[in-house]
């Protein structure tokens, strides 16, 4: 197994270089201790000025509504839109809740539904791969669920080496640790003896490993095969859960049951299979999901790009 690399904080993140990136952990820490309604607020402010200056940012929005809802009406798409940009700037504030919070304040303010199907799991010594999606609170999420059950979560590094620093202590505080998303064999590992991987298979991560699977209405959509390379070689279990936050402030983290009839040594199919419970999981709460990643960016050949709209084909 390839060793897995904990960032350590060295004497030159104290160097001018990183100060901007200091500052910005210290503003994060202050304004997590800030009441709970005051950052909800801030929040939305936030959001909404800064796609007024990221105006790329809202189109893509826009555009991936557009792809994935063509039957709903533009108004209510662009209620989502706007309940998007609000819950944007939120995240920033639920990210700093998630690294600096309490576990008394985080367990105050989430509630976890499904943690039975979790210790059945654990008494069977199985390892779960938890399937999630990018949800703006994925990382308050994870965290509350690592106070209940520490998990290892999977994660690209931040080429900012003083960012990573505090942004894998944030993340593993109340987990095990962390797995660079290129270590695949930490990841069988850790599965193999019965740990409890977070996973998130939704975005677009180019052709490595991947191939084409319907999502919403768009009928090619790039996806990972990542799945289908973990669950065969280890036949852990598949745990969805979403994280929510309900119209009252208070975050419900659902842990459905292990999925059944995943199809095995079938990239293909298996990659169609995911993205039903990635359909699911967003739908929870449409307008809490990270629609301003271009989560279609990655075409089959021939195909024009689909964030072009008068050049993109239709689907």
Known sequence: MNKQKTPKFKAEFLAPRYWGTLIIIGIMYLLSLLPFRVQLSLGSGIGRIAMRLMKKRQVTIK????????????????????????????????????????????????TIEGMEHI??????????????????????????????????????????????????????RSNRT?????????????????ER??????????????????????????????????VDATDCAIVPFTMVRGDNGHYTLTISEPVEGFPKNDPDQAAVFVNKIVEKSILASPSQYMWLHRRFKTRPDGECCLYKPRLAPAI
């Open 178 to 194: 962390l797995i660079d998303r290129k270590n695949v064999k930490a990841m069988l590992n850790a599965l193999n003896t019965g």
């Open 63 to 110: 555009r991936n509504l557009e792809l994935c809802f063509p039957g709903m009406s533009a108004q209510e798409r662009e209620a989502i839109l706007k309940d998007n940009i609000d819950n944007a700037g939120i995240a920033l504030f639920e990210t700093a809740m998630a690294w600096f919070w309490s576990d008394k304040r985080v367990n105050k303010h989430v």
């Open 197 to 230: 991987v977070w996973y998130a298979p939704d975005h677009d991560y180019g052709t490595r490993r991947s191939t084409f699977a319907p999502l919403f209405a768009v009928k090619r959509a790039c996806t990972t095969t990542g799945t289908s390379l973990l």
């Open 119 to 172: 210790e059945a799991l654990e008494k069977q010594g199985k390892g779960a791969l938890m399937l999630a999606v990018h949800s703006m609170n994925l990382e308050l999420g994870a965290r509350a669920f690592g106070i209940k059950k520490s998990g290892m979560g999977v994660y690209r590094p931040n080429n900012n080496p003083c960012f990573d620093y505090f942004q894998y202590q944030g993340r593993s």
